[in-house]
């Protein structure tokens, strides 16, 4: 098409039949169609050959074939600078031959890194795809990575390799990325001494420490997560690991890097390796006192403090502990001010977007044909896939590239009438005040029965910065139950809270979902509600 870049799509691949036609048939589904892809052949030995060279051969000048001398297996890294010295386009994506990407993937990309000039990479939320098996109890493992950072930012060096050194982001798949070409030639590409394991993060580390990166919210892949892939067929991960900080700290030396809290941040990673019996040693010491513990609760009563005793007591009966006035310990939490006030996005994925994404999980199959969502379609294209045949987007006011639509959900003439399968409406709703109106022009412009798939903050700070002028409601589940009512069916209603006291409290202090444990998010106390979700079908006959 006129006026696009070209984007180079390097897929290297390793005795991948099984998988590699789908992940190829993912790059022709995309609707930005200027790209090249280049199939780099390590060596393999099973059917992937031949595949690769079929399409090549029936989109010449397309699709490339690629292959070391005397079909030699030289490993990822040589693969993927073979891929990139042959590569024509200015801009550079990796797909492995066993991930896939989604249909949207290089056009929302590549508009996102023609908009950032400074930026050199470009990468957003990895999908941990399970549930390609199509197995139930995998579909509730699938997850994504931990950004560790706001995103939609310009993220400045070396704060990437600092989070990821202190286990505070996990690094990207390489599926999720999209580079400048000019940025890997400036950093010299791949180190072709790291075959395998670890060999993204060193190419990632001198990227970070020498470019800024945008961070984005979307998740455009799936990274497939198989007992054949590299992570679960290595043999030594220790060895691998150790290999890769070694690298990074002489790197760091000869690029005389003097950042103080990224070499400390190494020091305490390599520590486990350079002092092995110190590091067990602490580690026995931590156990010593767990059961220092345990002998504790044989002691008297008489013999301890009574709230000592009582909190012994607590613990040996297995019932939870309630501290005396005056007793309560607030550690990091003893504070005026919230730990973060970004919601918990600076270190990792919120609370309130656990939940939010947890529900549009659950009613993923909903999301399918017309689909409309508000600010950008992310969500819709993560959870409806190619279920959905045409994306529109909702702004309030022009000036957003995403919208296909321009108005106000309250005074929407504009919106066609009974146009829409699914409509997502995530955290917006309590913006706007005549929200009757609004719930009234939902009902016009869904199908008979669609779906419109809502969710309301419950217990939540006030986002000041960006909606200090807009936010106008407050709901529970009894008044969105109630409210909805008045407009559709009582039985095409369904409403539900999420959250507990911990939940509510990490929120409020901005922590993120990451630092609490699954089983702790996902019990729900009807009377800290920190989102409520709403489905609602519209009647297949008016009434």
Known sequence: MNGQLLVSVITIFLNE????????????????????????????????????????????????????????????????????????????????????????????????????????????????????????????????????????????????????????????????????????????????????????????????LNTPVFVESGSWDRYRLHPNSTCHVASDRYSGHLNFLNWLEKYLSQQEIQDNEIWQALKTQLFPYRHPNLYHLLKSSRYLKKLMKELVKSITKGVLPASIYSRLQAQWHGVEYRPPVGKVKFGNLRRITPLSKEFGFDRGLPVDRYYVENFLTRQANDIRGRVLEIGDNSYTMQFGGDRVTKSDVLHVVEGNPDATIVGDLSNAGNIPSDAFDCLVLTQTLHLIFDVRSAIKTIYRILKPGGVALITFPGISQLSIDEWKDYWCWGFTTDSAQRLFEEFFPKTNVKVECHGNVLAATSFLQGLASQELQKKELDYCDPTYQVVVTVRIVKPEVEQ
Not at 42 to 60: E, F, V
Not at 69 to 94: C, D, P, T, W
Not at 144 to 153: C, D, E, R
Request: charged share 25%.
């Open 17 to 208: 039949e099984k998988f590699i036609e789908e992940t190829i048939q993912s790059i022709f589904a995309q609707t930005y169609d200027n790209w090249e892809l280049l199939l780099v052949d390590d060596g393999s030995t099973d059917k992937s050959t031949q595949i690769a060279q079929k399409y090549a051969q029936q989109n010449p000048g397309k699709v490339h074939y690629l292959e070391h001398e005397s079909h030699k297996n030289r490993g990822m890294s040589a693969s993927r600078n073979l891929g990139v010295r042959k590569a024509q386009g200015e801009y550079i994506a990796f797909l492995d031959a066993d991930d896939i990407w989604l249909p949207q993937k290089l056009e929302k990309q590549v508009a996102i890194l023609d908009s950032q000039p400074e930026a050199g990479m470009l990468y957003g939320h990895t999908h941990y795809w399970h549930s390609w098996t199509g197995n139930p109890e995998d579909i509730e493992r699938d997850s994504k990575s931990m950004l560790g950072v706001k995103p939609n930012a310009l993220v400045k060096p070396p704060t990437l390799l600092t989070l990821r050194l202190q286990n505070k982001a996990d690094p990207p798949g390489n599926c999720s990325t999209l580079f400048r070409r000019k940025t890997i030639e400036e950093v010299g590409g791949f180190e072709e001494s790291f075959r395998g394991m670890f060999e993204d993060q060193v190419f990632y580390s001198k990227v970070w």
